[in-house]
């Protein structure tokens, strides 16, 4: 039998068989801040949490506000270009002019990144975005745009330029960042990610989109090679793709050495590639740049092709969604969120967004890391759930005995279980599962900068382990295939396995799926 503990860089709820899990990482322990001044900020802290404001720092220094960037072919719709801000400390309110070529992209919406309040408005040359909110000090996602490009665009870079930036009441200066948005025949993505510095190895996505059918890939990514280093690529379910990689001045280059031809249009995640940041680095944003891109078609023509570079943010946390998975018509899936943080915890907080109309929060636990809480709850927000714990540092309170000191210590593990029901008609597939509104503070109410790794939620067909529609021995050959470590399964294939839903993959689901199969 094999159990199936829950990791931070597994693919599923039901983690690979023992024999694939990763080592776990030393505990982190770093020094008390001293600050006493900010004693009292605890308790507005905790109280801003549970009315649902973030925290607030007293002292405001300094902004950036950064542009992602983007791509795309003519014609291609819905495009999403991520602006980024960086702020030392509280925030209320950010507004900037974006000016672009309005001939060749236009912008259909503008979605919240990690603020509450957004509106914006075409102006000329460009578009006008306002955000009004308190902001913690942190990093990450402030506004997503969306782009459309004209069918008759010309191939090459267009840029995009950040101007008029005002934060009202907030930082004493903001540096900006513009960013380009390349139109050709295929993009390549480097997606964005992020970790505590010496911690744990985390993965980063490349994505590659075309109007045209690829066979292979070759590009080279760029990096601060002082603070990341590369420990390893992965393939991808989507694309099967295996990757040779060699170090070059300043960064990595890599070249699809195997796998399969992808014999229609290209749009999805083709490697993951593991990075881990250095124990001395800084707490800030570490560019991730794609260059000297080639697509090689169906028939063997190398083409150029636009790279869209990404950002490693480096923080003293992350916030990791497991993926999971259920049977439509369950009422017992768990979800598990993780932190992994290096420095103490006090008060946790982070909205969870799913699709609300086939999955219901029937329930969030606390587990082991999160006990010392005195509070944890959550209550039901437009398109998910808010989940809160503050107080995590114990202390002498009527509740607890006056040696209680217990806080969430420097680690890597769940700090909390939601369980969810299946609605009975929910389309068999993956549902995306996004975490917003992030926030993390130590004893003293400090507030911390915190980065997240989305993940999603497979329904699936009870026993359809290799998902063709039909329950038969061919899934029982595959279940057993992935029992013995000689199958590496995909998050659908662990969801259908699990047949007994007991969070394991056994002889046991054998036993289910036949009787399935026989009727019973």
């Known amino acids: ?103 060749v992209l236009t912008v259909t919406n503008v979605r919240m990144g990690e603020w509450r309040n957004l509106s914006w408005s075409d102006i000329e040359g460009g578009i006008y975005v306002r955000m009004s909110t308190y902001d913690e000090a942190g990093l990450g996602p402030v506004a997503n745009i969306i782009f459309n490009v004209a069918a008759d665009a010309s191939h090459g870079e267009y840029i995009l330029t950040l101007a008029d930036v005002e934060v009202p009441g907030g930082a004493d200066s903001v540096v900006t960042e513009d960013g380009a948005f390349s139109v050709a025949h295929s993009v390549l993505t480097a997606k964005r990610g992020g970790g505590v510095p010496g911690g744990l190895e985390r993965r980063v996505a490349v994505e590659l989109k075309a109007n045209r059918s690829a066979a292979g890939c070759g590009f080279d990514l760029f990096f601060d090679t002082d603070v990341l280093a590369v420990g390893g690529v992965l393939p991808t379910d989507y694309a099967q793709w295996e990757f040779d990689w060699n170090p070059i001045d300043g960064g990595i280059r890599f070249l699809k050495a195997s796998g399969p031809m992808i014999l229609s249009s290209v749009s999805g995640t083709i490697c993951d590639i593991v990075l881990a940041a250095a124990e001395e680095a800084a707490y800030r944003d570490y560019g991730l740049a794609i260059d000297n891109v080639v697509v090689t078609d169906t028939v063997g023509n190398a083409e150029p092709a636009a790279g869209v570079n990404g950002i490693f943010s480096v923080a003293h946390g992350v916030y990791t969604i497991v993926n999971s998975g259920g049977f439509a018509g369950s009422q017992s899936s768990t979800v598990e969120v993780h932190l992994e943080n290096d420095t103490r915890i006090a008060v946790i907080v982070f909205d969870l967004h799913f699709d609300t109309d086939n999955l219901t929060a029937l329930d969030v636990e606390s587990t082991e890391r999160s006990d010392p809480c005195i509070g944890f709850q959550w209550q039901d927000v437009e398109g998910g759930i808010r989940l809160i714990a503050f107080d995590c540092h114990g202390g002498p309170k009527a509740a607890y005995p006056v040696d209680h000191v217990e806080r969430i210590w420097p680690d890597t593990g769940s700090v909390a279980q939601v369980c969810f029901e299946i609605t009975k008609e929910a389309p068999l597939g993956l549902y995306e599962l996004r975490m917003s509104d992030v926030s993390l503070a130590d004893p003293l109410g400090h507030s911390f900068s915190a980065v997240v790794e989305n993940g999603a939620f497979a329904v699936v067909r009870q026993g359809d382990v290799n998902g063709d529609g039909d329950v038969n021995v061919a899934d029982v050959i595959l279940l057993i295939s992935i029992i013995l470590c000689s199958h590496e399964a995909t998050l659908g294939e662990l969801s259908a396995a699990d047949c007994t839903n007991d969070d394991e993959v056994n002889v046991l689901d054998a036993v289910c799926i036949v009787n399935i199969i026989l009727g019973g």
């Open 1 to 103: 039998m094999h159990s199936f503990a829950a990791i931070p860089q597994q693919r599923g709820r039901r983690a690979l068989p023992e024999c694939t899990l990763a080592e776990s990482v030393p505990e982190l322990i770093l020094a008390d801040n001293e600050d006493r001044k900010t004693k009292s900020r605890l308790l507005l802290c905790s109280l801003g949490l549970v009315m649902g404001v973030s925290v607030v720092s007293l002292n405001a220094q300094e902004a950036s506000l950064k542009v992602v960037g983007g791509g795309g072919w003519p014609g291609s719709t819905g495009h999403v270009v991520p602006i980024y801000l960086r702020n030392e400390d509280f925030m209320w309110g950010c507004r900037f002019n974006l000016l672009f070529d309005t001939n």
